[in-house]
């Protein structure tokens, strides 16, 4: 069903994006590497394969006569854990904007940053991937979801 996700870089045999970082006003490569600390770090996608992911979370845990989770799990990602200490953190979601009522998870590392969200209600999502370190994907991710819902 993933057939385009990878932990390690000798799986991977399409070309992928190489990464940037800004040094002095220029954008420098970065060789790719990866990093040992799975699942923090260096897991390669394609967006069409985190699609089919968020879709099936948007769904509650099955598309395509697919349960890849059970309802009660998709629940339990955007319920906040810990209320007294963070009400907007659930179990690996959290709340991303909440005017528009998006849950979802970002990351980056050397070279990379990313962010994938929807609204549970309404099904709508959003992802970005970028190659570039340190960007700022919040409004991308607000007016890429607005985008989707026709607004």
């Known amino acids: 069903m993933l057939g385009d996700t990878f932990w390690r870089l000798d799986e991977i045999s399409r070309p992928i994006a190489t990464p940037y970082y800004l040094d002095n006003g220029s954008l420098q490569p970065i060789d790719h590497y990866t990093n040992t600390d799975y699942p923090n770090g260096g897991l390669r996608s394609t967006t069409r394969d985190l699609f089919k ?7 509650g845990g099955t598309a395509d ?26 179990l690996h979601f959290f709340i991303m904007d ?11 590392e050397q070279g990379v940053s990313t962010t994938m969200a929807f609204n549970p209600n309404d099904k709508t999502g959003a992802i970005i991937l970028t190659n570039f370190s340190d960007s700022e994907l919040d ?8 985008l989707g819902k026709g607004l």
């Open 98 to 108: 909440k005017a528009n009522g998006l849950w979802g998870h970002d990351g980056g």
């Open 139 to 146: 409004e991308m991710l607000r007016q890429t979801y607005l």
């Open 65 to 90: 006569n697919v349960e890849l989770l059970k309802p009660a799990t998709v629940q339990a990602m955007m319920t906040p854990q810990i209320p007294d200490i963070d009400d907007e953190m659930g």
């Open 53 to 59: 992911f968020l879709r099936i979370l948007a769904l």
